[in-house]
């Protein structure tokens, strides 16, 4: 079902103003306004792990543990946006609320970059003595964009999906196509960002290389209110923590009471909407069964009368089970993200210590820049599979996506695992020059840097099919009052890989970096052991792609009532 502007809603999917609200006539502006936002993000984010080391004199573990902390809370606080999204404010009043903090957080930055005072001191380039305030005023500008982002990052993409009616099918098959191209969107700005923007950063000054992210952040804003009479929008349905406490103590306290073997004695409401606003009825499965147990109606639910702490309908028991069934898969995707968040650190690291100049000329490419070669690989495999991959491998599956979503994502994992093994080759191939040339003290060793384009481009590969199927995935699966909470719980992932890969870091530099010596990841990496972190990296990336294999054959797939449900044989 959908809710249109003013609320108004048909229950056979047909608002009032239908005709000329959603599908492709809303979604460019919601494409508009994610790709500035993106470009805003990543213009700030690409090169900060420099901005840490060199202007706010950090140590390179310090530097890249600080960044991938940031980046981490970056995922998490759209638990906070989701929560409100869902609850009360519903996902237009979200964004526009939580886009306020973000250019709050953009101008902030800006300034204690640029500001006479509120910049770091510096005695040269890279050689700089930043006092604690002006520290602190970096890292308050930081954790309000984190804060701010945590509003749009759950909402949008579920936003623009809600542009969809599911109940019509002209419309439906359009939703997959969504979400390529708004990713596709993401990594345009994101392409942006790390070609020009890293470049002012690194060679004008740092001051414009926050301003211009700001200034793309405001248009962001813009364009996403330039689309406010075209859009549908969803009513809030309620607190979902509520409604899934309410099963927890149901199930519980009817530990010893028996579901019945025919399901169609369990409580559901009679009307032909379920009793959460902006949800369908579920239908009933099989597993998870416990839960069962608080859509059973006793002989005290009768006489009491209805307590929504004693009795649950199937489609609120079945809300829960569609969460926890997501769990796994979730925990399957941290391995992955900590893959990718080394684009944003190690991978930076690396390339500082290779030769950056370009075809021998005295133009040198600022090693995060080399991020680029990630957002092309999104760039050029986004058409292909929407338009190539869907089509081929629909002959050969049924599937009217071609592949279904955790076949895709069980791809992107694959692939992921060979990034990380080009990525430590280059090092074990740049250490061995160091060593035979003893370049161990020279800044820039001469191995091009653009020898790391291979685990860029694998990494952009792997993005396509796991990131991007794991968006449309806890959207298609997620009840539809919990859709930007699920979307929410997606991106956490990329939070706990950042996480994991900041623990990975501490773990790793407590147990080399002792007795004297200066461990795998030390302030010069010529001295250092990174492929050592690579390699460990893609072992870790092995064994998670065995058991989302298993998991993914015990998954067990949400349909809507009055849907065709999933062949599970297919879905596998």
């Known amino acids: 079902m959908i809710y249109t502007k003013d ?15 959603g599908t492709w006539r809303a979604c460019p502006y919601i494409i508009g306004n994610e790709g500035c936002e993106r470009l805003a993000y990543y213009g700030m984010s690409t090169n900060l792990v420099l901005y840490f080391k060199h202007q706010l004199n950090q140590h390179s573990a310090t530097a890249s543990k600080n960044n991938q902390n940031w980046g981490g809370t970056c995922y998490i606080t759209p638990l906070i946006g989701a929560f409100l999204a869902d609850s009360y404010l519903g996902r237009y ?5 939580f886009s306020i903090i973000y250019i709050i957080g953009m101008t902030l930055l800006a300034m204690s970059a640029s500001v006479d005072g509120m910049k770091p001191f510096c005695y040269s380039k890279d050689n700089c003595n930043p006092t604690d305030r002006q520290s602190t005023i970096t890292f308050l500008a930081l954790y309000l964009i984190a804060l701010g982002t945590g509003g749009i990052k759950p909402c949008v993409s ?19 196509s969504f979400f390529n191209w708004f990713y596709f969107s993401i990594n345009i700005g994101a392409l942006i960002a790390a070609s020009v923007l890293v470049w002012v950063q690194t060679n004008v000054s740092w001051g414009w290389g926050f301003g211009i992210p700001a200034i793309a952040m405001a248009i962001a804003v813009g364009f996403f209110f330039a689309g406010t009479r075209l859009y549908r929008n969803q009513i809030p349905g309620g607190s979902p923590l ?22 169609s004695l369990l409580y559901e409401k009679a009307d032909a909407e379920s009793n959460i606003k902006g949800s369908r009825k579920i239908d009933h499965t099989n597993d998870l069964s416990f839960f069962d147990k608080a859509a059973v109606e006793t002989q005290t639910d009768q006489l009491k009368g209805i307590n929504p702490w004693r009795l649950c309908t199937v489609t ?18 941290i391995i992955f993200a900590a893959v990718y968040s080394q684009m944003s650190s190690l991978f930076t690291l690396q390339g500082e210590r290779m030769d950056t100049r370009v075809a021998h000329s005295n133009f040198h490419i600022p090693p995060a820049s080399l991020s680029i070669f990630d957002t092309l690989s999104v ?6 599979y929407d338009r190539i991959i869907v089509p081929t491998t629909r002959k050969f599956t049924g599937q009217k996506n071609g592949l279904t979503q955790l076949q895709r994502m069980g791809i992107g994992l694959f692939i992921s695992i060979f990034a990380m093994v080009a990525a430590a080759i280059l090092e074990q191939e740049r250490l061995k020059i160091v060593k035979k040339h003893n370049y161990y003290d020279v800044k820039e060793m001469p191995l091009t840097i653009f020898w790391q384009i291979p685990q860029y481009f694998l990494i952009g590969c792997a993005e396509v099919f796991t990131f991007i199927g794991q968006l449309e995935f806890f959207y298609e699966q997620a009840p539809d009052a919990v859709r930007s909470f699920c979307s ?21 530099t407590s147990i080399t970096a002792k007795d004297g010596k200066l ?25 998670n792609f065995g058991v989302f294999i298993g998991i993914a054959k015990w998954y067990t797939y949400k349909t809507a009532v009055g849907t065709v449900p999933l062949n599970q044989k297919e879905a596998k």
């Open 7 to 21: 609320g108004t809603v048909d229950y056979k999917g047909n608002p009032a103003n239908k005709k000329t609200t």
């Open 93 to 97: 009043w979200t964004i526009a609320c």
């Open 158 to 176: 579920s936003y623009g999906a809600d542009q969809f009616d599911d109940t019509d099918e002209r419309e439906k098959i359009h939703k997959s």
């Open 242 to 263: 509520t409604r899934l406490c309410q099963v927890l103590v149901a199930s519980i306290r009817k530990y010893n009471v028996a579901v019945p073997a025919d399901k």
């Open 316 to 333: 609120q028991v079945e809300e829960l089970k569609a969460i926890i069934r997501l769990l796994p898969i979730w925990a399957s995707g």
């Open 379 to 384: 760039i050029f495999w986004v058409p292909i």
């Open 488 to 508: 929410a719980l997606s991106l956490t992932t990329v939070a706990a890989g950042s996480y994991l890969s900041s623990l990975l870091v501490t773990i790793v």
């Open 519 to 543: 461990g795998w990841i030390p302030d010069n990496l010529n001295h250092g052991h990174i492929d050592y972190f690579f390699w460990l990296l893609a072992g870790l990336s092995v064994a």
